[in-house]
C-alpha cells in the first residue's frame, strides 16, 4: 500500500498512539506518503466540549508536531497535513476563518453528522428512513461540490437498514457522481477488519455497477493499522472482488518532499 491518507492522533481524544508511530509504521510498511487527517475542529458555543476531535486550541500543536516529523523523516516517507471534516453549511464559514492561518494539504469528508454533533443524531445508527438516507446523500454530493474535499471517507457511513432497492437508488445516484467527478470510493480498512457496517460488499456492488476506482483509507486511530498486511489485503481482496481499480495517491499529493513552513 503505498499511500494512506486517512490517519488521525490522539488529539481527536479517540485515537492513541504518539505521532512518531504512525509515521514509523507507515514507513515499516512501505508506504512512500502518509497523510494525517485528524478530525477538524469546529468553533462550537463556549459550554460545549467535543470528545470526537481536536479543540480550535490545538492547531498550533497539530501542525508544528507534523511538519517537524515531515522535517525528520523527510529521507523516509512525504507526510501531509490534513483533516477529516462533515459538510454543514450552516458551520462552514467559522471553520474556513479558523483554518485560515494554516497550510492545510487537502481534507476529506467524513459526514458523521448531517447537522452537528451537539444536535446529533450520529449518521452510523441504524435508521430505515429514506428521507435519512436521501439527506446524506445530497449533503456529501454538495460538500464535494465546494471543492474542498479530495474524496469521501466511508461514503456509506449512513446506516440504512430499510429496503435493499432504496439503498441502491440513493448510493448508486452517489457511486455515480463520484465517477463522474473522477473522484475514488474509500474501501475503509477500520470498518473492514471491525465488521463494522461499513466498507460493505452491499455497497461496494453498486460502486462496481457505477465503474468506480477506490482507495483504501485505513483510519487509523492506533499506529498498527497503518502496518498490518493482513488488514490490508482484506480490503485489497475487497476490490479485486468487486473489479474495482485501485488508486494509489491522490492527485496533487503523491511522493513529493517539497519543503513546506508551518504557518503561511
Not at 451537539?118 to 438516507?133: I, S, V, W
Given at each position: 500500500m503505498p499511500a494512506n491518507y486517512h490517519t488521525h492522533t490522539a488529539r481527536c481524544h479517540h485515537a492513541w498512539g504518539e505521532d512518531k508511530e504512525y509515521v514509523e509504521q507507515a514507513i515499516a510498511a512501505g508506504m512512500q506518503v502518509l497523510g494525517f487527517s485528524d478530525h477538524c475542529p469546529w468553533i462550537f458555543p463556549k459550554d460545549y466540549t467535543s470528545k470526537t476531535r481536536m479543540a480550535p486550541e490545538m492547531l498550533d500543536d497539530y501542525f508544528t508536531a507534523i511538519d517537524r516529523l515531515r522535517q525528520e523523516y523527510k529521507n523516509d516517507i512525504t507526510i501531509y497535513t490534513g483533516f477529516?471534516?462533515?459538510?454543514?453549511?450552516?458551520?462552514?464559514?467559522?471553520?474556513?476563518?479558523?483554518?485560515?492561518?494554516?497550510?492545510?494539504?487537502?481534507?476529506?469528508?467524513?459526514?458523521?453528522?448531517?447537522?452537528?454533533?451537539?444536535?446529533?443524531?450520529?449518521?452510523?445508527?441504524?435508521?430505515?428512513?429514506?428521507?435519512?438516507?436521501?439527506?446524506?446523500?445530497?449533503?456529501?454530493?454538495?460538500?464535494?461540490?465546494?471543492?474542498?474535499?479530495?474524496?469521501?471517507?466511508?461514503?456509506?457511513?449512513?446506516?440504512?437498514?430499510?429496503?435493499?432497492?432504496?439503498?441502491?437508488?440513493?448510493?448508486?445516484?452517489?457511486c455515480q457522481y463520484l465517477k463522474q467527478k473522477q473522484i475514488p470510493v474509500e474501501i475503509n480498512l477500520l470498518g473492514v477488519v471491525e465488521h463494522r457496517h461499513y466498507t460493505s460488499e452491499r455497497f461496494l456492488k453498486i460502486a462496481e455497477k457505477a465503474g468506480n476506482s477506490v482507495i483504501i483509507g485505513c483510519d487509523a486511530h492506533t499506529p498498527d493499522r497503518l502496518s498490518t498486511q493482513e488488514y490490508l489485503e482484506t480490503c485489497r481482496n475487497l476490490a479485486e472482488k468487486f473489479h474495482l481499480p485501485v488508486v494509489d495517491f491522490l492527485p496533487g499529493l503523491g511522493p513529493d518532499t517539497a519543503e513546506r513552513s508551518v504557518l503561511k
Open positions: 477529516e471534516s462533515e459538510y454543514v453549511p450552516k458551520l462552514m464559514e467559522e471553520q474556513e476563518k479558523l483554518l485560515s492561518d494554516y497550510p492545510v494539504d487537502y481534507m476529506i469528508l467524513g459526514e458523521h453528522f448531517m447537522e452537528n454533533e451537539m444536535t446529533g443524531p450520529y449518521t452510523g445508527l441504524p435508521t430505515d428512513q429514506e428521507a435519512d438516507l436521501r439527506r446524506y446523500v445530497d449533503l456529501v454530493i454538495e460538500g464535494m461540490e465546494t471543492g474542498k474535499y479530495v474524496y469521501v471517507a466511508h461514503p456509506d457511513l449512513l446506516h440504512y437498514t430499510g429496503p435493499d432497492e432504496i439503498y441502491e437508488k440513493h448510493f448508486l445516484r452517489l
